[in-house]
């Protein structure tokens, strides 16, 4: 077998990318605050002040698309279908084309900045602040108060789940109505007191919430019950906008741009991703590493491709084979068991097609 040599920088490199947290500061637009996340598809949205841009590689470049916006900072992002609405300073905007062009929404709106959107079937909300939750079933024509049991009527975060709304509030933590927002009831155990909650996001069965302190709490019983995932997140910081795109959770923090962490990380029920989430052929790092004795790799296909991926030791000798065949196009995750290999640094290798790439992994025992 023909041995693969592997440089000393290439080692240092990988033990620089071994020794990293889990979540992952991206290129972030705009080089600092980032108020709202939402994706569809291949497109990625993020709200900015007085903007919105979009990206379609996961959050690695990004484009402004804000052409009929006004100069009032972009609250939240949510879609329907063909409609992107976009809430600001200013009131709700909506396009149609992908935030190419945007045009005013209202009828009814009380005044109030940070205007949140969430979308539960054809019904339209928006919280304001100080004023509650306001709702519409003709598209934003026209709004009515939806504000029962509502303690704390200043609403940062709005998210549908099948038929529970969550709003999260100032001081109030996170409250959940069954009934379209006719009557609300709080839902904070396991969340910090007086708990500032900014932002939500959903993952199949799996809520999200960020909030000030560099907090991301996860539900996975429609708020039930929270646990903090954020650790590694910027804790002097507030998390300000949260979105899934592919097998990522994105954080929008303010003044510290976009990070991302992998899904499974920190949930084991991912919603499968669509078949044309990615554009590219992409090699993921393992997750957890360092690890013992398991770890998931994770690879993007953009067409069915042959793919072969390997492992190999630090003197460039193959232990494990852990793919060798034929696969859609998709995003695709393998597991590593290494009970039978010994502690150090290996090298994992992806070949699909004419592409090829090789990353770091490190088992601990």
Known sequence: MRTQIISLGLVAALSCAIASAQWVQTNGPYGGEVYALASSGTNLFAGVSASVYFSTDNGANWTMASNGLNDGNVGDLAISGANLYAATSDGVFRSTDSGGDWSTLGGGLPGGVDKILALLGTTLFVGTNGRGVYRSTNGGTSWDAANGGLTDTTV??????GTNLFAGTNTGGIFRSTNNGTDWTAVNNGLGTYEQVMTFALSGPNLFAGSYGGHVFLSTNDGATWTNVGAGLPIYLTTEALAVSGPYLLAGVAGAGVWRRFLSEMITSVEPAPIDITRQFMLHQNYPNPFNPSTTITYELPQSSVVRLSVYDMLGRQVSVLVNERENAGIHEVRLNASELSSGVYIYRLQAGDFTQAKGLLLLR
């Open 156 to 161: 940062y975060a709005l998210v549908a789940r």
